[in-house]
C-alpha cells in the first residue's frame, strides 16, 4: 500500500501560520512579485512590496488560492499576518537567534543581521532546515510603531 505522508515531511514551510491562536490577518493588493514568508512593507500608492518598503506591514502568509511556486504577483490579494507566530524565510547565509530580535533585508527575508529592524517581532526558533533554504519561527506584535527621530 502506497504512503499517504512522508514521515519526513518539513516541519513547516514559509509562510505558514505557527499555530490557530489568536492573529490578525489584513489583506493588501501586491505592488509586484511576493514570495510567502517574507517582510512586506508600503509603498507610495497603497499596495505592498516585498521588504520594509515606506513602513513595514507584517509577514505575507502563504495561501492555497495562489498555488503557484513564485507566490504573489503584481495586484494579487496578498494575506499578511501582522499579530501572531508564522514561519519567514532566512536571509541566505543569515543566522537566527532564537528569542532575538527580527531584522529584514531589501527583499524581505530575515536575520540577525538585516538592514532594518522589524519593531515588535522576535525570533522563536532558530533556522530550520527545510526544503528550498532555511526558515524561522518569528512572532510578531503590530503596530509596528518607529519611534519618532530625535
Known amino acids: ?32 512579485d511576493i514570495r510567502p514568508g517574507v517582510i512586506v512593507g508600503d509603498t507610495t500608492d497603497d499596495r505592498i512590496v516585498a521588504g520594509p518598503g515606506t ?10 488560492t495562489i498555488p503557484r511556486d513564485g507566490g504573489y504577483r503584481e495586484f494579487d490579494c496578498v494575506s499578511v499576518l501582522r499579530v501572531r507566530r508564522g514561519w519567514a524565510i532566512v536571509t541566505a547565509g543569515g543566522a537566527v537567534t532564537k528569542d532575538g530580535p527580527v531584522k529584514c533585508a ?41 519611534p519618532p527621530a530625535a
Open 55 to 64: 513602513k513595514i506591514r507584517g509577514l505575507a502568509l502563504h495561501t492555497h
Open 106 to 146: 531589501a527583499d524581505g527575508t530575515v536575520s540577525d543581521d538585516g538592514a532594518t529592524a522589524v519593531p515588535n517581532a522576535v525570533f522563536r526558533s532558530g533556522a530550520v532546515d527545510v526544503a528550498g533554504g532555511k526558515i524561522a519561527l518569528i512572532e510578531l506584535s503590530a503596530p509596528f510603531a518607529t
Open 1 to 32: 500500500m502506497m504512503a499517504i505522508y512522508d514521515d519526513r515531511m518539513d516541519a513547516a514551510f514559509a509562510g505558514m501560520k505557527a499555530d490557530l491562536g489568536f492573529d490578525d490577518v489584513e489583506s493588501y493588493a501586491a505592488a509586484g
